[in-house]
């Protein structure tokens, strides 16, 4: 199963996890950017609690994006006491630049077009995802019990949120909600793909920009100071008949 594979990578990853929060900068970094990701599912939530015509996912989808709204509070709490502490001179704006861009796991819907079923599945598989993430984080954070706590309290409501959206889309598609399941896995990688895609043609060509530069360039510099050592220094005198010459409008 994708997901499973997905958790196995994540477990044989744990070493670099390790050293990516063992720096405290990358930390900090990480914490807030989480707040970001977190605030803005919650906000995402929130709007597909507004839309929803079903009057239980509503009240679901409500309780769900408190949680993530809350979450982003908890890692904001903690990113900015972090960052107090072992920055103590940085400013506002020095904490602005410790946001990364993030990658906002709600960002490839449009919750507004998207059927509850939809949703439901790519929540699960959104929720699962974390929760397997930031157990790992739990883990690999052990020298700094706050935040480790932090990872536990959100561990413990993403595991909810993993099980209800699964529960509930067994109830709006009591049917075919494992092969809804399915598709949503298929274009949840589909779309992963296309991003290390996307990132992979963008270092292939800074690559290849970098190797022009270095190849191509030095030749073209060679010739032109070979020709510039040809040229008399100073004025040149124009030839007369050039200066005499009739077509010439002065
Ligand atoms: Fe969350
Ligand atoms: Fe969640």
């Known amino acids: 199963m994708p997901l499973r594979q997905g958790a196995r990578v994540d477990r044989m990853l744990r070493p670099v996890h390790r050293w990516i929060w063992r720096d405290l900068e990358r930390r900090v970094r990480k914490l807030l950017c989480f707040?970001?990701?977190?605030?803005?599912?919650?906000?995402?939530?929130?709007?597909?609690?507004?839309?929803?015509?079903?009057?239980?996912?509503r009240r679901l989808y409500l309780a769900h994006a408190i949680d993530e709204l809350h979450h982003a509070d908890l890692f904001r709490q903690r990113g900015t006491a972090l960052l107090h502490a072992s920055f103590p001179r940085s400013n506002p704006l020095s904490q602005a630049s410790f946001l990364g861009s993030g990658d906002h796991g709600l960002d490839d819907l449009r919750i507004e077009e998207e059927p509850d079923d939809s949703l439901l599945a790519f929540l699960h598989l959104s929720e699962k995802a974390a929760a397997g993430r930031f157990a790992i984080y739990r883990d690999v954070v052990?020298?700094?019990?706050?935040?480790?706590?932090?990872?536990?309290?959100?561990?413990?409501?993403?595991?909810?949120?993993?099980?209800?959206?699964?529960?509930?889309?067994a109830r709006v598609l009591p049917r075919t909600y494992r092969r809804r399941l399915w598709s949503a896995r298929a274009s949840r990688l589909w779309k992963r793909y296309l991003r290390v895609a996307a990132a992979l043609a963008g270092l292939m060509g800074t690559l290849i920009l970098t190797i022009q530069y270095f190849i191509l360039l030095p030749p073209f510099a060679w010739f032109a100071k070979r020709a510039e050592k040809r040229e008399q220094p100073g004025w040149i005198p124009i030839p007369r008949a050039r200066n005499e010459s009739s077509a010439s409008q002065y």
């Open 142 to 169: 052990q020298d700094d019990p706050s935040t480790s706590a932090v990872f536990e309290e959100i561990l413990r409501d993403e595991v909810f949120h993993m099980n209800y959206t699964y529960t509930q889309l």
């Open 35 to 57: 707040a970001e990701v977190e605030a803005d599912g919650g906000r995402d939530i929130l709007r597909a609690a507004e839309v929803t015509p079903d009057p239980l996912l």
